[in-house]
């Protein structure tokens, strides 16, 4: 019999229909991904090499739990130059991932009833970790025209004697769009107020379009800080999803808990992979720019696309990789007496009939939306978009 816990979570959305693409593709189906979680890009070779002299130089065994001090160096360096936030070394833990980070702090803070609000559209892994936790996911839901940024005063309604933390994404996964200033700092007065943990996933701080600037909540002051946990890693910034190097630095008891719990859990990771981690932060950096410029290409090609496409929506994002228009136009129109009833329908028809593979919004929590990503080549941006223009047309 399985554990409670267990039965709670359900595998992700994201993941099931990938793997029905998968299957298509396996049947010699040319299928396009616009389903991608990742960068296109390869790790950048002084990343790699840096990696091939840690296993030379015999950095092959245990380190300690919540990384090499050399990583942990860099990461308070990139903490205190690009976001103005100090942390000494026993503030910040290495951990396998963003994700792992993130789950880390669930396990360091929930207790059974406790709430977390996180707004909605949300990355799927949020709510999931809450529950893993025997805490109670509270959703909040965002507007488009508030470019998907959590009201503050809605946020106030939803805060109970219960909840113990928030959940912010910026730039977000799936909307592409980041929080100005100004709403960072009436969410923070609020979580200040009620003694709420803010738990920030800054992943996508580095992917940022028009000269957007990022600001991180736990720099608007002392206060705020002393209740906010950031979590960022490499995956995205430098193209290396697969090492796992994820981080976060917070209040020292937090920390202090999560490095508690990977002791007896993962330990740390992966002595080579945190040695890249060090080239990847103080080496040079303008392959991030190159990948951005190059994201920026396929960003203004899509959204205009899109946009020709009737019935759909589509916002420019200003940061990470990823569009979500409103498809609620498309929505009710059918095709041989097979009716589009929502955007997981939506999303089936368009895998079925254009050959594309995208995520529909209610996976993240909000009907009415589909994510695109455009971490896939302009060929397959090109190709994809006209087919889904194609297959909507369809639709009467
Ligand atoms: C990709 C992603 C992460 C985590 O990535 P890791 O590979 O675990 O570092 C975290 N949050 C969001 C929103 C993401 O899209």
């Known amino acids: 019999m399985l554990s409670e816990r267990a039965k709670r979570v359900k595998p992700s959305p994201t993941l099931a229909m990938d793997t029905k693409a998968k299957e298509m593709k396996s049947q010699g189906i040319d299928v396009i991904s616009f389903g991608v979680g990742e960068p296109d890009f390869d790790t950048p070779d002084n990343i790699k090499?840096?990696?091939?002299?840690?296993?030379?130089e015999g950095h092959t065994k245990y380190t300690p739990?919540?990384?090499i001090p050399q990583l942990k160096d860099a990461i308070a360096e990139k903490l205190r130059n690009d976001n103005g936030l100090s942390y000494e070394s026993d503030e910040i833990i290495v951990s396998c991932g963003a994700k792992h980070s993130l789950y880390n702090i669930a396990q360091a803070l929930l207790s059974p009833g406790d709430e977390v609000v996180i707004p909605s559209p949300y990355w799927v892994s949020y709510p999931a970790?809450?529950?893993l936790n025997d805490a109670t996911p509270v959703f909040v839901r965002t507007r488009e025209e508030d470019d998907f940024m959590l009201d503050p005063d809605e946020l106030k309604e939803h805060v109970s004697g219960r909840t113990k933390a928030i959940i912010l994404n910026y730039p977000s996964n799936?909307?592409?769009?980041g929080y100005d200033r100004s709403t960072l700092e009436a969410i923070a007065e609020v979580a200040v107020k009620n003694g709420i943990y803010i738990i920030s996933d800054e992943i996508y701080e580095k992917i940022l379009y028009d000269g957007a600037e990022h600001t991180s909540i736990a720099s608007l002051s002392a206060e705020v800080k002393a209740l906010t946990i950031v979590v960022n890693g490499l995956s995205k910034s430098h193209a290396m999803t697969g090492w796992r190097i994820g981080y976060a630095a917070g209040p020292r008891d937090v920390v202090k808990a999560m490095t508690k719990i990977q002791s007896q859990s993962t330990s740390n990771p992966a002595s080579i992979?945190?040695?890249?981690?060090?080239?990847?932060?103080?080496?040079?950096q303008d392959f991030i720019r190159t990948m951005v410029e190059e994201f920026d290409r396929r960003r203004r090609f899509l959204v205009e696309a899109l946009n020709r496409i009737e019935g759909m929506q589509c916002r420019m994002p200003t940061g990470a990789f990823y569009v979500f228009p409103n498809v609620s136009g498309i929505i009710g129109k059918g095709l041989d007496g097979r009716t589009i009833g929502d955007s997981s329908s939506l999303a089936l028809y368009l895998l079925e009939e254009a050959k594309v593979a995208l995520v529909p919004g209610s996976a993240f929590g909000a009907e009415g939306f589909i994510r695109i990503s455009y971490a896939t080549s302009m060929e397959n941006i090109r190709k994809a978009v006209e087919r889904i223009g194609e297959a909507v047309e369809r639709l009467s």
């Open 49 to 56: 090499d840096a990696a091939m002299r840690a296993i030379k």
């Open 65 to 67: 739990v919540g990384g």
């Open 129 to 131: 970790q809450v529950l």
């Open 174 to 177: 799936p909307t592409g769009l």
């Open 273 to 284: 992979a945190q040695w890249a981690a060090v080239e990847a932060l103080r080496g040079p």
